[in-house]
DNA sequence: AGACTGTCTTGACGTCTGTCGAAACAGACA
DNA sequence: TGTCTGTTTCGACAGACGTCAAGACAGTCT
């Protein structure tokens, strides 16, 4: 399911489907918390980053933050993997960018 | 309030204070309906559109589109102004492009 | 094998969201 | 001034969401 990658939303009208796909993707963001935790899992210098390490972070029980990392991989914006005892969450880069070429406002339109 | 503007999300974590800023505008666009408007209104030709060209647009009643609109003007994402009988939209760049930022999975840094 | 730690799933609860119909408001035109 | 069209607000309802406590599952260590 490859929605148009490319065009900025200042460029063209995002065709339904399109929007049907990115927008679950911009609602996952849609969180303080979870806006948060994607950006301590893309900025992991690793590349990945443990479960033990995010959920101290927050004033939530572990089942919520567990609950919005599945939110985060269901959006498929988060990988996760166990590894022995724990789990550690890596961001998928693809659809970030996606979402950030969407909005891009034309760089040299104002032409 | 000038949320920290620049970084992406994938250099650093994203504050709380940043997180509480920029998540409502992610969540006004995580609607499928509000994504297509949204794109509507930033792509018009002259700038701006007027909600009658947005409403017969989609399948829905003029309240659920005015509702949803409400909902972009208050994230701060869109500024309405009425001129006689008709209200016009127009897209407002600046957070579109502070989303666009935080989301652009650093251009050159695979290096 | 048994106990322990870390993570996820389930079930529940109150709140927020998307939608509509009805009503209110703003401006234009006769 | 009165009426008509376009837009927003109000009230209501079903469904989704964020959160927690309790329980289930996975893996490790003795």
Redesign the interface.
Known sequence: MDVSCCPS??????P?EA??V???A???????????L???I??AESGEICVCDLTPAFDLTGPTISHHLRTLREAGLVDAERRGTWVYYR?R?AL??Q??AL???APEVNA
């Open positions: 939303l200042t460029e063209q009208r995002v339904a929007a049907a990115l927008a679950p911009f609602k996952a963001l849609g969180d303080p918390v979870r806006l948060q994607m950006s301590m893309a900025s961001a880069p970030l960018g979402l950030a909005l891009t406002v």
